[in-house]
């Protein structure tokens, strides 16, 4: 099942029937892709009576000595919601690693509570992480996937991931591409040196070492850019890197910026890149197509379905520096063909990717869900 954006993207449903709570590893402030998405879901429900609410079920990622607690607390939220609102329904949203065994035990609350509950899954491999599990974790997992009323993916992988690995019955998986708040049509560029951004975790799987080799390759040389490489992560050692390759007077690393910041941001930029080994499916990718920046990224995840190459993006090998470094540099040389990217990328959000239309589909999926009959266990 895939939930289908209404053709008027321009009006949103306001009955906001279903009461929510999303559970967010982090929070919505600093919660990565995961954070920014539910934030965007509970700016734009206020804004039309809907009721959105967070719980923070691990805390600060650098500070892992709160996790239980904030488990704790999302435990009795959830217990307490049971009593007074009954019909809430209870999106939980769960990656691989440390978020899954989290996820295991707040799950096992909500099936004991007997709590109306959607696993949103946003991990960028979770087949590969499934399978570095004991078969007794395996077991819970599959459990956990099984009991919920409906599963939400990002895409088609993991949508099989779901159905043939984990037993989810296909009726009740349903794909939802992230999206964004419309940022408006750009103005005019006051400043006309082309800018490059990054939007992300510093990290290898996001493909930062071979960003770093690309800007520093001889082909971007000689050709005028700047690039702003913002995100979270070892942000001083990646600094330092940028300085050995001799790009210190051109690239900036900012550190994590919040939604307002990026939106800032990417208002001033041309060119997005993401060359990622793994994603789901890269909030960045879709604040390129909404900002009219000409998206360069790799074909991992769901990216494949969001992105056609040469039409709304370009897409570049994983983990070739030379192929990335062509990319950016033929971008930059060639007005015409980033102007193409960019049109055809803010058409492209605008038609697919409204977060108007996101919200009034999740309103129909809460309503369809709380009107079918319950599910009760399952045997993985």
Request: net charge positive.
């Amino acid at each position: 099942m895939l939930m289908k954006a209404p053709t008027d993207g321009n009006r949103i449903a306001t009955h906001g029937t279903a009461l929510v709570r999303h559970y967010v590893p982090g929070g919505c402030e600093k919660g990565g892709g995961i954070g920014r998405l539910v934030g965007y879901i509970v700016d734009t429900a206020k804004r039309t009576g809907g009721r959105h609410l967070v719980t923070d079920t691990r805390g600060p990622r650098w500070s892992a000595a709160t996790s239980p607690m904030r488990l704790f607390g999302a435990i009795l939220a959830m217990a307490k919601d049971r009593l007074l609102a009954p019909r809430r329904i209870h999106q939980i949203h769960v990656a691989g690693r440390g978020s899954t065994a989290r996820k295991l035990i707040l799950t096992e609350a909500a099936s004991l509570f007997g709590c109306v509950h959607l696993l949103h899954l946003h991990d960028y491999d979770y087949a590969a992480d499934f399978a570095t599990r004991s078969p007794r974790q395996q077991w819970l997992i599959r459990r956990m996937f099984r009991r919920a009323d409906c599963v939400v993916v990002l895409g088609q992988r993991d949508r099989m991931t779901l159905a043939t690995l984990l037993g989810v019955d296909d009726r009740r998986i349903v794909v939802a591409r992230n999206c964004v708040p419309d940022p408006g049509a750009g103005g005019v560029r006051i400043d006309a040196t082309p800018l490059i951004v990054f939007l992300g975790r510093l990290s290898e799987r996001k493909g930062v070492p071979e960003l770093l080799l690309a800007l520093s390759h001889p082909a971007m040389t000689d050709l005028s850019w700047r690039a702003v490489l913002a995100g979270d992560g070892p942000v001083d050692d990646y600094r330092n890197k940028a300085i050995a390759a001799r790009l210190s007077e051109r690239v900036e690393m900012p550190g994590w910026l919040d939604a307002d910041e990026t939106q800032s941001l990417c208002a001033s930029a041309d060119i997005l890149v993401l060359p990622s080994h793994a994603e789901g499916m890269a909030m960045a990718v879709i604040e390129g197509l909404a900002h009219g920046l000409a998206v360069v990224t790799t074909r991992v995840g769901a990216h494949e379905e969001v992105i056609t190459d040469g039409e709304t993006g370009v897409f570049v090998p994983v983990g070739d520096p030379d192929a990335l470094a062509a990319a950016l540099a033929k971008l930059l040389a060639d007005p015409a063909a980033l102007k193409h990217l960019s049109v055809k990328g803010r058409a492209h959000y605008l038609n697919h990717f409204s977060m108007n239309a996101y919200m009034r589909s999740l309103e129909e999926l809460y309503e369809a869900v709380l009107a079918r009959p319950r599910k009760t266990g399952g045997r993985p």
